[in-house]
């Protein structure tokens, strides 16, 4: 890094004073010819300017001419030949020499590149980055901003990434990891958000009850919960547009992360039955039947969980709704897939057990067309005319008094969470006018339950922790380090956030500004806990590297719109599908014959 630091005070002296190292009297065509005493002085000179040793200042001069002097060749060689010499900035284990160098036409594809860089240096599964930028491997070089001389970054592929570098026969396949990818990653930042920011600019979930009552929940489980939520919203997204591998990638990532959450949270709630029902779903779409035997038991499992989240006789279910006909569907979809999969075990009788209970549910499930258009007239939608009418077996007035009831609820509800969230504003301002950050005033409101004294008495604790936590910090973005990055094209204030992130780590700082684009906050002054901390700022929020960057807020604001508005979306099924699959089964229980589906 040292020798970096020289050659650009170096470079800069050169260039102030006029100075070609590659011309006359400091080269000469001769090449057994070293005009020594003129670059002596010179190193003398510089020496003196720089008080560094001259024969380190010396050394440098000479290594920046051979550079000049190979480049200058280089720009007559591309003049006549077309071909370009690329400074290649390899891995520390793989480097050959100080610079290593590979001349080629810029108008091949990058991978032909990357299968010479494996015949000469020997690395495999590597991508390419110019100026930040990952080099696409089927385009060419030129069309990429690639040109004579530039500096192109080598990084080995991680075993993830080799994703990216498959056939032309799998991209479908990266394209639906890359999704998953996606949807995690936002989910995780919205998981990480415990409300403690300022609600006013920082989207977050909160987790409540059947009424809309905000739930406490443990930190890891609540962050499981919401990936699993998250997973599950997105693939019943994914369902409705009929995309169903799709949508079963998501949902048995759902699936995973509703196993880290504990078995007390999962029995009060429906939410992982329906997963369950919602998986074999899937497997009936995608004529899965090598699942017969998961599906069997995760039937199994949804039938556990409604009956103990709802009751055997539903009793629990109606005392906490008042009424009991929108869930009804899913025992409609639970019975006719048991009877599918009876079907597909040759069990006829128990096939046609099962399909009675279905016909039997769907007959009065199956709305009355001019109900539901005498509700809408009244101004409901579609979606609350079949809520309504399904809650209230069908009786018009009783449906449209039930459906402005639990509008007046949601309304009610809304305006207490508005009215809480301004107490809390009010709140925010009241200690970023005491000196401290609006962020640190909003996790420090966050920890003390809203009590403004409290919060006041963790800041004021915090003050000194911080501060002592900021003296013990060691250099890890030193200049040097820094200086690497910037040589790659990354900005300065990225560049230290990364390596403050990455403990120092110049490869791992400059694969994850990779990941993020080349867009990062720069290192708070605030230690990295649960405790927040003072800041000289009063007027400005300091936001933090999970939710800073552009690109995540693009998720964010992406998974977002998977989230259904209505917290009954899930049981608002036309069951233009389930009469489908009925008539089906009709016909081929009626035939009294194996069949495949």
């Not at 901003?145 to 530039?150: D, E, T």
């Not at 609820?409 to 969230?421: G, S, V």
């Not at 994850?512 to 906050?521: A, E, Y």
Request: proline fraction near 3%; include cysteine; glycine fraction near 6%.
């Amino acid at each position: 890094m040292a020798e970096q630091n020289t050659e650009a005070k170096l470079k800069n002296l050169l260039k102030q004073e006029k100075i070609q190292l590659w011309n006359p009297p400091y080269t000469v065509e001769d090449e057994g010819l070293e005009p020594q005493h003129v670059q002596q002085e010179l190193a003398e000179r510089f020496a003196a300017l720089l008080f560094l040793p001259v024969s380190e200042v010396g050394g440098a001069l000479e290594s920046i001419r051979v550079q000049t002097v190979k480049r200058s060749k280089g720009n007559q060689t591309y003049r006549e030949t077309n071909v370009a010499t690329l400074e290649l900035l390899l891995p520390r284990s793989s480097r050959k020499s100080k610079k290593n160098y590979l001349e080629t036409r810029l108008d091949v594809c990058v991978q032909e590149v990357v299968d010479r860089i494996d015949q000469e240096f020997g690395l495999r599964h590597i991508k390419l980055i110019l100026n930040g930028r990952t080099l696409s491997p089927h385009e060419r070089l030129d069309e990429q901003g690639v040109k004579n001389h530039s500096k192109v970054m080598v990084l080995k592929v991680s075993d993830a990434e080799l994703k990216q570098l498959m056939s032309e026969e799998e991209q479908r396949r990266n394209q639906q990891s890359e999704n998953l990818q996606r949807t995690q990653k936002g989910f995780q930042i919205l998981s990480e958000r415990d409300g403690s920011e300022d609600s006013s600019n920082v989207p977050f979930l909160e987790i409540a009850d059947q009424k809309g009552n905000p739930l406490k929940i443990p930190h890891r489980e609540r962050k499981a919960l919401i990936l699993a939520m998250g997973f599950h919203e997105k693939g019943r997204s994914l369902m409705k547009r009929k995309q169903y591998d799709d949508a079963l990638c998501h949902l048995l990532q759902a699936d995973q992360q509703f196993s880290v959450c504990g078995s007390a949270l999962l029995s009060s709630v429906d939410n992982f039955s329906v997963l369950q029902l919602d998986i074999v779903w899937c497997y009936r779409a995608l004529e899965a039947l090598a699942c017969l035997e998961d599906g069997r038991s995760r039937l199994q499992q949804a039938e556990d969980g409604f009956l103990r989240c709802y009751g055997a006789r539903q009793e629990r279910l109606l005392m906490i709704k008042g009424n009991t006909g929108r869930e009804e569907v899913l025992f409609l979809r639970l019975y006719l897939l048991q009877s599918l999969l009876s079907y597909i075990e040759g069990n006829d009788i128990q096939a046609r057990h099962q399909l009675t209970k279905v016909e039997s549910l769907f007959s009065h499930l199956c709305l009355d067309s001019e109900k539901m258009a005498q509700l809408m007239a009244l101004g409901f939608s579609e979606r609350e005319a079949r809520l309504g009418l399904r809650a209230c077996q069908g009786d018009l007035p009783e449906a449209a008094i039930h459906i402005s009831t639990r509008r007046q609820e949601r309304e009610e509800l809304k305006q207490r969470e508005r009215q809480k969230r301004s107490r809390r504003t009010e709140d925010i301002s009241a200690l970023a006018e005491l000196g401290y950050s609006r962020r640190d005033a909003a996790r420090a409101l966050h920890r003390a339950d809203g009590d403004v004294n409290k919060a006041c008495e963790i800041l004021q604790d915090a003050s000194q922790a911080a501060q002592a936590t900021n003296d013990s910090r060691g250099g890890v973005a030193s200049p040097e380090k820094v200086e690497q990055l910037l040589y790659l094209g990354f900005e300065r204030d990225a560049s230290e956030a990364a390596l403050t992130l990455m403990d120092g780590d110049v490869q791992s700082a400059a694969q994850f500004l990779l990941d993020n684009q080349g867009v990062l906050s720069p290192p708070s002054s605030s230690p990295s806990t649960e405790e927040p901390s003072t800041s000289s700022s009063t007027s400005t929020e300091e936001p933090s590297t999970s939710s800073s960057t552009i690109e995540d807020e693009e998720l964010v604001s992406e998974v977002l719109e998977d989230l259904s508005r209505h917290e009954e979306d899930y049981l608002d099924l036309t069951l233009e599908e389930e009469s489908e699959l009925i008539n089906t089964m009709k016909t081929f229980l009626s035939r009294g014959a194996a069949h495949t589906m």
